[in-house]
């Protein structure tokens, strides 16, 4: 239960905002000195990640309590 509700969470803030999540990642998982420039399709694919992810935990979770 506490892994569909991470997530639907991260999906859905990840489907509202895709451009702050990416930025935050690049952040932790790169040195200060980089700097990259992403293509506006890669904030459209995070958007359509996030969908994804919340159609998951939202599929997951029907499929359980049908099961029981």
Known sequence: ????????VFGLIELLFP???IDY???ITTTEEATFEFKPWVYKLARLEGFAFVLI????SKNRTEGN
């Open 1 to 8: 239960m506490i892994l569909r509700i991470v997530l639907a």
């Open 19 to 21: 451009r702050q999540v």
């Open 25 to 27: 990642m690049m952040d």
């Open 57 to 60: 935990a939202f599929w997951w």
